[in-house]
C-alpha cells in the first residue's frame, strides 16, 4: 500500500509534529499553516483520498482503537469514506456502523469474503491469476485482523480443495501469494454463494392488491434498482409448470440477499415470507402504510418498521434503509 499524507497544523494552539497518519501509518510532512485541520491527503489503490481532522478531536483521536483505525483503512481502501466536511471521532464511528455489513465475522463468512474476492478477479474457469495484492493490500481490503489470518484462510480455501496457490517464499517463511487458480469445487461454491448472500437480488413480499401494485412500480422497484438491486416480486415471475407458488417464493428468498416486506393489508404469507427470510438469517426490511401500522401483528412490531404516507415518501425511506442497512 502507497501513500503520502500532507499534515497541515495550527500555528498559535502549540500541536506537536506528528510523523505518521493516525489511521494508516503512512508517513506525514508536516507543514506550517493557520488551518485548524489535520489534513491527510492520500494515494491508495490508484485513487487519491483526503481526510480532514478537527483540530479539537486530537486527543480523542489518539486514543482511538487499532481495531477501529483497522477497519477505517479497509473502507480508504475501497474507496469508502464519509461526505461530511469535517472528520470527528462521531463521525468516523458513524462511518463504521453504517458499512458494519461489509466486515466478516465469523469463519464462514472470512472465508467467503475471500474465496468471492479470488473468484472475481478470473476471466474465465480455469485462470491461473497472477500478479496478486500483497497479504497487506488483501488483509486489509477484506478486512481481516492481519496478514497471518489472510494467510490462515487461504489455507483453509487450499485445505477444502476450493483454490490451489503459490505463494513467495522467504526462506522458509511463506509471504504474499504469487498466483492461484479456482478450482471447479471452488467455482461451484461461489455460484451457490452468490445466489444468496452475496447475490444482487431483492425479494419482495406484500399484498396482492391493486393500489400495492402501484407501491410496487413507483415506490419499490425504484428504490430497489436504483440502489444497485433485482427486484423478484413472486407475482411478477414465471414459474414452471411443475413448480407451486410455495415453492418459488422459497426458492426466490433462497437466491436473495435481502427481502423487504410490506405489511399493509395485514396478510399472512407476507409474515411467512418475512419469518422464512430471517430465520435463514438474512436482512429483512419491514415496511407498512401509516394507517394501517396498527393492525401489525404484535409478534413484528417490535421491529423497526418503515412507516410511508405514498409511494414518493416510501421511495426515499426504502433507498436510505438500503443504503445504510444492506450496502
Same mark, same amino acid.
Given at each position: 500500500m502507497?501513500?503520502?499524507?500532507?499534515?497541515?497544523?495550527?500555528?498559535n494552539m502549540g500541536l506537536s509534529a506528528v510523523e505518521k497518519c493516525f489511521i494508516t501509518d503512512l508517513p506525514v510532512t508536516n507543514i506550517s499553516s493557520s488551518?485548524?485541520?489535520?489534513?491527510y491527503s492520500y494515494k491508495i489503490g490508484g485513487k487519491n483520498r483526503r481526510i480532514n481532522i478537527p483540530f479539537?478531536?486530537?486527543?480523542?483521536?489518539?486514543?482511538?482503537?487499532?481495531?477501529?483505525?483497522?477497519?477505517?483503512?479497509?473502507?480508504?481502501?475501497?474507496?469508502?469514506?464519509?461526505n461530511e466536511q469535517y472528520t470527528t471521532c462521531e463521525v468516523l464511528d458513524k462511518l463504521i456502523e453504517s458499512n458494519n455489513s461489509l466486515i466478516p465475522k465469523t469463519p464462514k463468512e472470512k472465508k467467503d469474503k475471500l474465496l468471492n474476492f479470488l473468484y472475481k478477479r478470473q476471466q474465465y474457469d480455469g485462470e491461473t491469476i497472477q500478479n496478486v495484492e500483497s497479504n497487506e493490500v488483501l488483509s486489509t481490503g477484506l478486512f481481516f485482523r492481519n496478514e497471518l489470518e489472510l494467510l490462515f484462510y487461504s489455507d483453509l480455501l487450499i485445505d477444502q480443495h476450493l483454490i490451489e496457490a503459490k505463494f513467495f517464499m522467504n526462506g522458509v517463511i511463506r509471504q504474499d501469494i504469487l498466483s492461484y487458480k479456482i478450482l471447479i469445487k471452488g467455482i461451484e461454491y461461489v455460484l451457490n454463494l452468490n445466489e444468496g448472500e452475496y447475490s444482487d437480488n431483492c425479494f419482495v413480499a406484500m399484498s396482492f392488491t391493486d393500489e400495492m401494485f402501484k407501491i410496487f412500480d413507483e415506490a419499490i422497484?425504484?428504490?430497489?434498482?436504483?440502489?444497485?438491486?433485482?427486484?423478484?416480486? /413472486?407475482?411478477?415471475?414465471h414459474l414452471s409448470s411443475d413448480t407451486t +407458488?410455495? @415453492?418459488? /417464493?422459497?426458492?426466490?428468498?433462497?437466491?436473495?440477499?435481502?427481502? +423487504?416486506? @410490506?405489511?399493509?393489508?395485514?396478510?399472512?404469507?407476507v409474515y411467512f415470507e418475512a419469518g422464512y427470510a430471517l430465520g435463514r438469517g438474512q436482512k429483512v426490511i419491514y415496511t407498512c402504510k401509516e394507517t394501517d401500522l396498527k393492525n401489525v401483528h404484535f409478534d413484528t412490531k417490535s421491529y423497526q418498521h418503515i412507516v410511508w404516507k405514498d409511494a414518493a415518501d416510501l421511495k426515499k425511506k426504502l433507498i436510505d434503509k438500503i443504503e445504510a442497512f444492506i450496502k
Open positions: 502507497r501513500g503520502f499524507c500532507i499534515n497541515k497544523k495550527y500555528k488551518w485548524d485541520v489535520y489534513e479539537d478531536d486530537e486527543y480523542n483521536i489518539n486514543k482511538y482503537s487499532q481495531d477501529k483505525k483497522r477497519i477505517l483503512k479497509g473502507l480508504l481502501l475501497n474507496g469508502i469514506w464519509h422497484r425504484p428504490a430497489i434498482t436504483e440502489t444497485g438491486f433485482v427486484p423478484i416480486l /413472486i407475482s411478477k415471475e +407458488i410455495n @415453492d418459488g /417464493i422459497i426458492a426466490a428468498i433462497k437466491k436473495s440477499r435481502f427481502t +423487504i416486506s @410490506d405489511f399493509t393489508d395485514n396478510k399472512n404469507g
